[in-house]
Protein backbone atom coordinates (compact mmCIF):
# COMPACT_ATOMS: atom_id res chain seq x y z
CA UNK A 1 0.00 0.00 0.00
CA UNK A 2 1.31 3.26 -1.22
CA UNK A 3 0.41 5.97 2.00
CA UNK A 4 2.01 8.80 -0.07
CA UNK A 5 -0.81 9.73 -2.01
CA UNK A 6 -4.67 9.90 -0.89
CA UNK A 7 -6.91 7.38 -2.26
CA UNK A 8 -10.59 6.49 -2.01
CA UNK A 9 -10.76 2.56 -1.69
CA UNK A 10 -13.61 0.63 -2.25
CA UNK A 11 -13.94 -3.30 -1.62
CA UNK A 12 -16.67 -5.29 -2.53
CA UNK A 13 -17.13 -8.79 -4.10
CA UNK A 14 -17.51 -7.49 -7.37
CA UNK A 15 -18.12 -4.43 -9.34
CA UNK A 16 -20.82 -3.49 -12.61
CA UNK A 17 -19.77 -2.07 -15.43
CA UNK A 18 -20.58 0.98 -14.33
CA UNK A 19 -19.13 1.28 -10.98
CA UNK A 20 -15.81 0.64 -13.43
CA UNK A 21 -16.12 3.13 -15.99
CA UNK A 22 -17.10 5.47 -13.30
CA UNK A 23 -13.32 5.62 -11.94
CA UNK A 24 -11.73 6.32 -14.95
CA UNK A 25 -10.92 10.00 -14.43
CA UNK A 26 -7.34 10.58 -14.90
CA UNK A 27 -7.27 13.17 -11.54
CA UNK A 28 -9.27 11.52 -9.11
CA UNK A 29 -7.53 9.05 -7.34
CA UNK A 30 -10.33 6.23 -6.61
CA UNK A 31 -9.89 2.89 -6.45
CA UNK A 32 -11.72 -0.35 -6.85
CA UNK A 33 -10.89 -3.79 -4.79
CA UNK A 34 -12.36 -7.21 -5.77
CA UNK A 35 -12.30 -9.61 -2.38
CA UNK A 36 -12.95 -13.05 -2.37
CA UNK A 37 -13.06 -15.50 0.01
CA UNK A 38 -11.82 -19.07 -0.33
CA UNK A 39 -11.52 -21.94 1.83
CA UNK A 40 -8.97 -21.77 5.43
CA UNK A 41 -9.88 -18.16 5.65
CA UNK A 42 -8.34 -17.68 2.30
CA UNK A 43 -8.63 -14.02 0.37
CA UNK A 44 -7.69 -12.71 -2.84
CA UNK A 45 -7.67 -9.37 -3.49
CA UNK A 46 -7.71 -7.83 -6.89
CA UNK A 47 -7.58 -4.18 -8.22
CA UNK A 48 -10.09 -3.42 -10.62
CA UNK A 49 -9.27 -1.12 -13.77
CA UNK A 50 -11.04 1.17 -15.27
CA UNK A 51 -11.62 0.03 -19.30
CA UNK A 52 -10.83 3.80 -20.14
CA UNK A 53 -9.15 6.84 -18.66
CA UNK A 54 -11.55 9.85 -19.73
CA UNK A 55 -10.68 13.45 -19.24
CA UNK A 56 -10.21 15.23 -16.07
CA UNK A 57 -13.31 15.64 -13.86
CA UNK A 58 -12.89 19.08 -13.59
CA UNK A 59 -14.21 19.25 -17.01
CA UNK A 60 -17.12 17.72 -16.56
CA UNK A 61 -18.46 19.34 -13.08
CA UNK A 62 -16.50 22.46 -13.96
CA UNK A 63 -18.51 24.83 -11.12
CA UNK A 64 -19.06 22.12 -8.51
CA UNK A 65 -16.86 22.93 -5.04
CA UNK A 66 -17.58 19.97 -3.61
CA UNK A 67 -15.35 18.43 -7.36
CA UNK A 68 -12.90 21.24 -6.64
CA UNK A 69 -12.45 20.35 -3.03
CA UNK A 70 -12.41 16.76 -3.84
CA UNK A 71 -9.57 16.76 -6.55
CA UNK A 72 -7.35 19.45 -4.22
CA UNK A 73 -7.32 16.33 -1.37
CA UNK A 74 -6.85 13.36 -3.77
CA UNK A 75 -3.93 13.85 -5.92
CA UNK A 76 -3.06 11.73 -9.10
CA UNK A 77 0.84 11.89 -10.04
CA UNK A 78 1.47 11.56 -13.39
CA UNK A 79 5.11 11.16 -15.11
CA UNK A 80 4.34 14.68 -16.72
CA UNK A 81 4.70 15.98 -13.32
CA UNK A 82 8.06 14.20 -12.73
CA UNK A 83 9.13 15.62 -15.61
CA UNK A 84 8.48 19.35 -15.62
CA UNK A 85 11.17 20.39 -13.50
CA UNK A 86 13.93 18.42 -15.08
CA UNK A 87 16.41 18.96 -17.63
CA UNK A 88 15.32 18.34 -21.57
CA UNK A 89 18.42 15.90 -21.35
CA UNK A 90 16.79 14.20 -17.92
CA UNK A 91 13.62 13.88 -19.91
CA UNK A 92 15.47 12.18 -23.24
CA UNK A 93 17.04 9.95 -20.61
CA UNK A 94 13.75 8.79 -19.01
CA UNK A 95 12.18 8.63 -22.15
CA UNK A 96 15.07 6.30 -23.92
CA UNK A 97 15.14 4.18 -20.84
CA UNK A 98 11.17 3.63 -19.87
CA UNK A 99 10.72 2.41 -24.16
CA UNK A 100 13.54 0.27 -22.89
CA UNK A 101 12.13 -1.26 -19.36
CA UNK A 102 8.62 -1.55 -21.16
CA UNK A 103 10.09 -4.00 -24.08
CA UNK A 104 10.86 -6.23 -21.20
CA UNK A 105 7.69 -7.21 -20.78
CA UNK A 106 3.96 -6.76 -21.73
CA UNK A 107 2.97 -7.72 -18.25
CA UNK A 108 4.65 -4.17 -17.38
CA UNK A 109 2.72 -1.54 -15.47
CA UNK A 110 3.84 2.20 -14.65
CA UNK A 111 2.68 3.96 -11.93
CA UNK A 112 3.53 7.68 -11.58
CA UNK A 113 3.81 8.33 -7.16
CA UNK A 114 4.45 11.38 -5.23
CA UNK A 115 8.30 11.30 -5.62
CA UNK A 116 9.09 8.35 -8.00
CA UNK A 117 7.93 6.63 -11.38
CA UNK A 118 7.46 3.10 -10.47
CA UNK A 119 7.46 0.22 -12.99
CA UNK A 120 5.94 -3.02 -11.67
CA UNK A 121 5.39 -5.99 -12.89
CA UNK A 122 3.29 -8.66 -9.92
CA UNK A 123 5.09 -5.83 -7.84
CA UNK A 124 7.39 -2.63 -8.12
CA UNK A 125 10.56 -4.17 -9.65
CA UNK A 126 12.31 -0.11 -10.42
CA UNK A 127 11.31 3.01 -9.53
CA UNK A 128 12.59 5.96 -11.13
CA UNK A 129 13.58 8.94 -8.80
CA UNK A 130 13.97 12.27 -11.72
CA UNK A 131 16.35 15.12 -10.12
CA UNK A 132 17.52 18.01 -12.39
CA UNK A 133 20.03 16.35 -14.32
CA UNK A 134 20.34 12.72 -13.70
CA UNK A 135 18.18 10.05 -13.13
CA UNK A 136 18.34 7.28 -10.02
CA UNK A 137 17.00 3.79 -10.81
CA UNK A 138 16.17 2.15 -7.60
CA UNK A 139 15.91 -1.48 -7.89
CA UNK A 140 14.03 -3.81 -5.50
CA UNK A 141 16.68 -6.44 -5.32
CA UNK A 142 19.70 -6.97 -2.95
CA UNK A 143 23.12 -5.82 -4.03
CA UNK A 144 24.02 -9.16 -3.02
CA UNK A 145 21.89 -10.49 -5.86
CA UNK A 146 22.65 -8.47 -8.38
CA UNK A 147 25.51 -9.22 -11.15
CA UNK A 148 27.29 -6.01 -10.99
CA UNK A 149 30.75 -6.72 -12.96
CA UNK A 150 30.81 -2.68 -13.42
CA UNK A 151 29.91 -2.17 -9.57
CA UNK A 152 27.78 0.90 -10.56
CA UNK A 153 25.13 -0.09 -7.98
CA UNK A 154 25.27 0.47 -4.60
CA UNK A 155 23.83 -0.70 -1.29
CA UNK A 156 20.85 2.13 -0.23
CA UNK A 157 19.27 0.21 2.34
CA UNK A 158 20.52 2.29 5.64
CA UNK A 159 20.28 5.44 3.86
CA UNK A 160 16.57 7.52 3.45
CA UNK A 161 15.04 7.56 0.33
CA UNK A 162 12.14 7.74 -1.97
CA UNK A 163 10.98 3.89 -3.97
CA UNK A 164 10.94 0.65 -2.89
CA UNK A 165 14.46 -0.44 -3.88
CA UNK A 166 17.16 -1.23 -1.87
CA UNK A 167 19.79 -0.73 -4.70
CA UNK A 168 20.32 2.56 -6.62
CA UNK A 169 21.89 3.24 -10.01
CA UNK A 170 23.32 6.24 -11.24
CA UNK A 171 21.89 7.24 -14.33
CA UNK A 172 23.69 10.26 -16.32
CA UNK A 173 24.21 9.66 -20.14
CA UNK A 174 22.76 7.97 -22.95
CA UNK A 175 25.77 5.61 -23.46
CA UNK A 176 24.80 4.29 -19.64
CA UNK A 177 21.32 3.14 -20.31
CA UNK A 178 22.19 -0.16 -21.91
CA UNK A 179 23.91 -1.27 -18.35
CA UNK A 180 21.65 0.20 -16.77
CA UNK A 181 19.11 -1.53 -18.10
CA UNK A 182 20.63 -5.06 -17.93
CA UNK A 183 20.74 -4.56 -14.12
CA UNK A 184 17.32 -3.53 -14.25
CA UNK A 185 15.84 -6.84 -16.20
CA UNK A 186 18.02 -9.01 -13.19
CA UNK A 187 15.09 -7.10 -11.38
CA UNK A 188 12.23 -7.32 -13.35
CA UNK A 189 12.94 -11.35 -13.46
CA UNK A 190 13.03 -11.94 -9.88
CA UNK A 191 9.58 -9.89 -9.47
Known amino acids: MDWSQSRIIFIAPEFTKYQQHAIGFKDVGIQ ?9 RLFVFNEVKSPSTKEPITTIAKDSDLVKKVTQEIRVYTEEDHLKSVDDKVK ?3 SELKSYILNLGKDIEIRPK ?6 RRKQAFVGIIFLRSK ?3 YLNMEL ?8 KARDVKDIGHYSHGNTELVITERSEIPYA ?10 S
Do not use: G
Not at 114 to 119: Q, T
Not at 181 to 190: F, G, H, N, P
Open 114 to 119: KKYVAF
Open 144 to 151: SQLKDPMK
Open 181 to 190: LSLIKQAYEI
Open 32 to 40: LWEVHKYNN
Open 135 to 137: LKA
Open 92 to 94: ELY
